[in-house]
């Protein structure tokens, strides 16, 4: 494939942001608001600013880290180059694995939802599950101008439904504050002070924003990585952020108190606003969205494993690509995984233990980024054009603060298994690199 052919098929600045919007929303903000509400009432809507600051703490390490790295991989590049071997073979591993199994229990998530809408068909909710993932599985075969399109499609077809309730939301604002719905405006469970509904809505919406380290990972995928990468980053962090108030604030506006009766609270605010058929967009979006989660899944889970293999770290034929320059055997190893979680039914307990997992990727990028800001600052060296993060080592201290936070009130047994992976993946590096000798240089 030309050098010309495949700059085609790579993301611009404006596909970047497409891509990265995909794969953070999914179905969790149509289910969301009414949880934050249960937590602190229309103040929940206060605690989007929180998470965008909490977000942006990690994603100005990102955009920091990915000017330096124009391939395939994200944090494992950064923990790679910036605290050795054992650390980047730790985290693409392990982040490799976490993303199946995040893969497995999206398709699972969609297959729900799917059928809940289409409740008739005659399929079941592991048939549904196996075939998305297969579904993009085999279209992530024809490389990254079709991966690319699909995922372009489908986020434009997810995001109309949204965009068309945040208009919506904006009407209601006003009449939602005469009715009294957001007063008081704080409002807490009779078990909790207010520092414990801060804390744990804020760590609920978190949750929702997870997926903007996608876009490093995927930097190879993506024209000027060095560039557009980081600002692809910000621009999908506050476009989202965005997206989020605009939703929560319309349903608390529409639905007041009443929202905590409701399991789908965008979907019944929608009826009331905009009929049945509002409503009937809104559960058809909550699908599609979901759908994107998976799309973005298909693209995101092979290249970590081919990116890891370009290194050597794991056997060759993973990195191995076909005449469209995808990653077949590593797609294919990875649905094949995915399946496997899906049939096994215990993507409940994965859900929880997923989420955990996905803070080993976020945990090296603040310490590469103090661990890189140093070593220039030791040597001298210009910083690279592109991103310059702020405020010295202020950002990457508060996200490892974060990050540590989020993993000490875990739940035991997941964080047993969190460090029992990192104790086993140590192990096997050393048995399959220091004991042969094949280490890479």
Same mark, same amino acid.
């Given at each position: 494939?030309?050098?010309?052919?495949?700059?085609?098929?790579?993301?611009?600045?404006?596909?970047?942001?497409?891509?990265?919007?995909?794969?953070?929303?999914?179905?969790?903000?149509?289910?969301?608001?009414?949880?934050?509400?249960?937590?602190?009432?229309?103040?929940?809507?206060?605690?989007?600013?929180?998470?965008?600051?909490?977000?942006?703490?990690?994603?100005?390490?990102?955009?920091?880290?990915?000017?330096?790295?124009?391939?395939?991989?994200?944090?494992?590049?950064?923990?790679?180059?910036?605290?050795?071997?054992?650390?980047?073979?730790?985290?693409?591993?392990?982040?490799?694995?976490?993303?199946?199994?995040?893969?497995?229990?999206?398709?699972?998530?969609?297959?729900?939802?799917?059928?809940?809408?289409?409740?008739?068909?005659?399929?079941?909710?592991?048939?549904?599950?196996?075939?998305?993932?297969?579904?993009?599985?085999?279209?992530?075969?024809?490389?990254?101008?079709?991966?690319?399109?699909?995922?372009?499609?489908?986020?434009?077809?997810?995001?109309?439904?949204?965009?068309?309730?945040?208009?919506?939301?904006?009407?209601?604002?006003?009449?939602?504050?005469?009715?009294?719905?957001?007063?008081?405006?704080?409002?807490?469970?009779?078990?909790?002070?207010?520092?414990?509904?801060?804390?744990?809505?804020?760590?609920?919406?978190?949750?929702?924003?997870?997926?903007?380290?996608?876009?490093?990972?995927?930097?190879?995928?993506?024209?000027?990585?060095?560039?557009?990468?980081?600002?692809?980053?910000?621009?999908?962090?506050?476009?989202?952020?965005?997206?989020?108030?605009?939703?929560?604030?319309?349903?608390?506006?529409?639905?007041?108190?009443?929202?905590?009766?409701?399991?789908?609270?965008?979907?019944?605010?929608?009826?009331?606003?905009?009929?049945?058929?509002? $409503?009937?967009?809104?559960? #058809? +979006?909550? !699908?599609?969205?979901?759908?994107? *989660?998976?799309? %973005?899944?298909? =693209? /995101?889970?092979?290249?970590?494993?081919?990116?890891?293999?370009?290194?050597?770290?794991?056997?060759?034929?993973?990195?191995?690509?076909?005449?469209?320059?995808?990653?077949?055997?590593?797609?294919?190893?990875?649905?094949?995984?995915?399946?496997?979680?899906?049939?096994?039914?215990?993507?409940?307990?994965?859900?929880?233990?997923?989420?955990?997992?996905?803070?080993?990727?976020?945990?090296?990028?603040?310490?590469?980024?103090?661990?890189?800001?140093?070593?220039?600052?030791?040597?001298?060296?210009?910083?690279?054009? $592109?991103?310059?993060?702020? #405020? +010295?080592? !202020?950002?990457?201290?508060?996200? *490892?603060?974060? %990050?540590?936070? =989020? /993993?000490?009130?875990?739940?035991?047994?997941?964080?047993?298994?969190?460090?029992?992976?990192?104790?086993?993946?140590?192990?096997?590096?050393?048995?399959?690199?220091?004991?042969?000798?094949?280490?890479?240089?």
């Amino acid at each position: 494939m030309s050098t010309t052919r495949h700059a085609v098929e790579k993301f611009g600045l404006v596909g970047a942001v497409i891509y990265g919007v995909n794969s953070i929303i999914g179905s969790g903000i149509f289910l969301l608001p009414g949880e934050l509400y249960k937590l602190t009432g229309p103040a929940s809507i206060i605690m989007i600013l929180i998470d965008v600051f909490v977000v942006l703490c990690f994603a100005l390490c990102f955009a920091d880290c990915s000017k330096y790295f124009d391939k395939n991989g994200g944090a494992y590049q950064y923990a790679k180059y910036s605290m050795g071997d054992l650390a980047g073979f730790n985290i693409g591993v392990l982040g490799w694995l976490t993303n199946v199994i995040g893969w497995g229990v999206m398709a699972v998530g969609f297959a729900k939802l799917f059928l809940s809408l289409f409740p008739h068909l005659p399929i079941t909710i592991t048939q549904s599950a196996l075939a998305i993932i297969w579904i993009f599985a085999i279209s992530n075969f024809f490389g990254m101008r079709t991966s690319k399109n699909l995922t372009l499609i489908i986020t434009t077809i997810k995001l109309i439904p949204i965009v068309g309730f945040c208009i919506v939301a904006v009407f209601f604002l006003k009449s939602g504050v005469v009715q009294g719905n957001f007063s008081p405006f704080v409002q807490l469970p009779s078990d909790k002070t207010l520092f414990e509904g801060i804390s744990q809505s804020t760590l609920l919406l978190f949750y929702a924003f997870l997926g903007f380290e996608a876009l490093p990972i995927i930097a190879a995928e993506i024209k000027s990585p060095e560039k557009n990468v980081s600002r692809a980053i910000l621009l999908t962090v506050f476009g989202v952020s965005l997206i989020y108030f605009l939703i929560i604030s319309g349903a608390v506006a529409i639905l007041g108190s009443t929202i905590v009766n409701y399991g789908s609270p965008i979907q019944q605010a929608a009826t009331l606003a905009l009929g049945p058929v509002g $409503g009937s967009i809104i559960a #058809l +979006g909550a !699908v599609i969205s979901i759908a994107g *989660l998976n799309m %973005s899944c298909s =693209i /995101i889970t092979p290249r970590i494993a081919s990116a890891i293999a370009d290194d050597g770290m794991l056997p060759k034929v993973f990195a191995k690509v076909n005449k469209s320059g995808a990653p077949v055997l590593s797609t294919a190893i990875s649905a094949a995984i995915a399946s496997v979680i899906v049939m096994s039914g215990t993507f409940a307990q994965l859900a929880e233990l997923a989420v955990l997992m996905f803070f080993l990727q976020y945990l090296p990028t603040p310490i590469a980024t103090i661990i890189m800001r140093y070593r220039r600052k030791r040597d001298n060296e210009v910083e690279k054009e $592109g991103f310059r993060l702020p #405020l +010295g080592y !202020v950002f990457p201290v508060l996200a *490892l603060a974060i %990050s540590f936070t =989020i /993993i000490a009130t875990s739940r035991p047994v997941n964080i047993i298994f969190m460090l029992s992976s990192i104790i086993i993946s140590s192990l096997i590096y050393y048995v399959a690199f220091k004991k042969i000798n094949v280490l890479p240089e």
